[in-house]
């Protein structure tokens, strides 16, 4: 009967040693994808000024599009938690598909160069956004699923771990990638 008592007890013990060690670690994984989005956004931001100073140089009476970007970026940058930065990323994103419709005015900005590779970077920054907002995701949804199965949820109550928001972005109309592409059509 003491063997069956301690062997109880033990099983008790490592099964709450195991789940609040698959807590914590589900808890590194979310602020390491966290992060991945974090350095993404920046390289996206960072690329920003550079297509809103080209743009400037060929449609510079554009100067409200323009200056609603830059708003926009600044407002993204500012943004704390998934939930704002979802809303702040969705701003952003169509303030970039105004810039780039306003490529489609200008053919001479179409065929500079350097704006080709902007637009090139940025569409590469924007899957890879994608893969990490995914990915996160991911990771959240396993995370917080832990936190509210039992008999983990208890485990995760006496840890204090609290579920964490996903990452998304509100409006339909805000979910679609920007368009970056604009290879020109020939017969």
Partial sequence: MLI???????GVVLYLMFAYNGLVRLKVQCDNAWSDID??????????PNIVE????????????LEGVIAARNSAMTAQGPAAKG??????????????????AYPQLR?????????????Q????????????NAVVRD????IEQFPSNIVAGMGN???????????????????????????
């Fill in 54 to 65: 080209t743009v400037k140089g060929y449609a510079a009476h554009e100067k409200t599009t």
């Fill in 125 to 136: 920054i924007e899957d890879t956004l994608q893969n990490a907002r995914r990915y996160y």
């Fill in 87 to 104: 809303e702040a990323e969705g701003l952003l994103t169509g303030a970039l598909r105004q810039v780039f419709a306003l490529a489609e």
């Fill in 161 to 187: 771990f609290k579920e964490r928001e996903f990452f998304q972005i509100s409006a339909p109309a805000e979910r679609e990638v920007p368009k970056v592409s604009f290879g020109t059509t020939g017969a």
């Fill in 39 to 48: 350095v993404q956004l920046k390289r996206r931001y960072d690329l920003i």
């Fill in 143 to 146: 995370f917080n699923t832990m």
């Fill in 4 to 10: 069956a008592l301690v062997a109880i007890v033990v």
């Fill in 111 to 123: 065929a500079v160069e350097s704006f080709t590779q902007l637009q090139q970077t940025l569409n």
